[in-house]
């Protein structure tokens, strides 16, 4: 069983900026990518940025230049350090990693943006 272990969340006004963490741990496992994902009220769960143990990256249209994703495969951990901050950045972020045999969510951390 892989558990996922997020941080990171918290309120900021408009501009702002915050930096989530999520570290993945149990027994052995291979990730094949690592990602977050958000959830705003009343919405569907939106991919916002996906990276792979060899460094590459996406990320959705809403996010980029303002959010930057980042790994260490040492400490199986993954980042995402987002800027700019607007309102509709407001959302419950989910770490997501992928392995060669399953999928595993974090709990969810709460971002809210407003004045």
């Known amino acids: 069983q892989v558990q996922l272990v997020e941080s990171g969340g918290g309120l900021v006004q408009p501009g702002g900026s915050l930096r989530l963490s999520c570290a993945a741990s149990g027994r052995h496992f291979s990730i094949n990518v690592m990602g977050w994902y958000r959830q705003a009220p009343g919405k569907q769960r939106e991919l916002v940025a996906t990276?792979?143990?060899?460094?590459?990256?996406t990320y959705a249209d809403a996010v980029k230049g303002r959010f930057t994703i980042s790994k260490d495969n040492a400490k199986n951990a993954v980042y995402l350090q987002m800027n700019s901050l607007t309102p509709e950045d407001t959302a419950v972020y989910y770490c997501n990693v992928v392995t060669r045999s399953d999928h595993y969510w974090g709990q969810g951390t709460q971002v809210t943006v407003s004045a």
């Open positions: 990276i792979t143990p060899g460094g590459s990256s």
